[in-house]
């Protein structure tokens, strides 16, 4: 079965500072590997995913996330963080046979000015 | 473009009352839909997804019901709402080719 682990429950940065939240899947095929946020009392909006080819993935608002099999890691980065994106942040994980995703619990991002 | 629709917003609803959210989708045909609950601070519940009409799959066993009448429309009931019913739902849909999930807006549910 497919499983998601978001180790930090809280990370807190500076503004302009960057960030790195991590994100670790178990499955044993390539998975299909989303980022999601959520601010408070929204829904959710996809930042970015990824399905195969390069493994270096731009998303919006100047988001990547690099996939590293080796490491069973997709870790969603931002080279400068506004206080706007402080947010609960989740990571994703579908199967090949499966459409339904497996979330992690979230990391909340506080910003600090 | 696609998009979907939650309603209502918010909502607070006594013990013991029914209840009736309500998701379409506009925009993509015979997509799949999910319904998804939110406790304060916590993470994302799968409650309920559909792959068609009149097809209903439960994945936790509770004081909920859902329904597909239409192709892009996705109900949430209960008859006898429980205090533990309170959160923030969320539907979402999505189609087989890419796996992608699409998020509404969500309800927030309160039951005093």
């Known amino acids: 079965a497919q499983s998601v682990t978001q180790p930090d429950i809280h990370i807190t940065v500076s503004e302009g500072a960057s960030l790195e939240l991590r994100c670790n899947y178990s499955?044993?095929?390539?998975?299909?590997l989303f980022w999601y946020v959520q601010s408070p009392g929204q829904g959710l909006q996809l930042l970015l995913k990824?399905?195969?080819?390069?493994?270096l993935v731009q998303g919006i608002k100047g988001f990547e996330a690099e996939f590293k099999r080796s490491q069973s890691s997709f870790n969603l980065r931002k080279p400068s963080v506004h206080w706007s994106d402080a947010a609960e942040y989740f990571c994703?994980?579908?199967?090949?046979?499966?459409?339904?995703?497996?979330f992690g619990r979230g990391t909340s991002l506080i910003v600090h000015p | 473009s696609q998009t979907i629709h939650q309603w209502p917003a918010t909502l607070v609803q006594p013990v013991g009352s029914p209840l009736s959210l309500e998701c379409t989708v506009e925009?993509?045909?015979?997509?799949?839909l999910y319904w998804y609950r939110q406790a304060a601070g916590r993470g994302l519940q799968l409650l309920f997804y559909s792959v068609g009409i009149g097809q209903i799959s439960s994945e936790v066993p509770q004081n909920l019901s859902a329904s597909r009448p239409q192709d892009r429309q996705f109900i949430l009931s209960s008859k006898k709402l429980l205090l533990s019913d309170s959160g923030f739902y969320l539907c979402a849909w999505s189609v087989w080719v890419n796996r992608t999930q699409y998020f509404g807006p969500g309800t927030r549910l309160t039951v005093l």
């Open positions: 994703a994980v579908a199967s090949g046979g499966s459409y339904i995703p497996t």
């Open positions: 499955y044993g095929a390539t998975p299909y």
């Open positions: 925009g993509t045909s015979n997509p799949n």
């Open positions: 990824y399905f195969s080819g390069d493994t």
